[in-house]
């Protein structure tokens, strides 16, 4: 059965953009060859950390959504505890008001983008 999920991972600041990209793929290629969908993925790029972690006060923020097995879960999560380049994660499993709700915040960015595109057209014009 597959089951909704969101993941927060944050990644160490250390990395490059390039080796950033790269993990980011391959967390997300882990969920699709499991048998699973991605369903939406956002960076949120480097944000101030409440607390330190590991000496370090900023981490890179990924949000993953999307379904898989319950097993999935579990093989993402040994490799996180031997990915050194990841902080910390947490994962969500969704009801399906979670998923309303992450649908309608999806469909708003997505107004939101096309509006602030609308208006750089504009002004160039």
């Known amino acids: 059965m597959m089951n909704h999920y969101e993941l927060m991972v944050i990644f160490t600041p250390i990395l490059s953009d390039d080796d ?3 993990s980011i793929q391959s967390y997300g290629k882990m969920v699709t060859d499991a048998g699973g969908e991605m369903v939406h ?3 949120w790029g480097l944000r101030q950390l409440a607390y330190p972690i590991d000496k370090k006060t900023t981490g890179i923020y990924h949000l993953y959504e999307f379904k898989a097995p319950g097993e999935t879960i579990e ?5 996180f505890k031997r990915d050194d380049n990841i902080m910390r994660w947490l994962f969500t499993k969704l009801d399906k008001y979670g998923v309303e709700y992450n649908e309608r915040r999806r469909k708003k960015l997505a107004q939101k983008q096309k509006e602030e595109s609308n208006t750089e057209v504009k002004e160039d014009a």
């Open 75 to 79: 093989k993402m999560e040994i490799q």
């Open 41 to 43: 993925q956002e960076t």
């Open 20 to 22: 950033t990209k790269k």
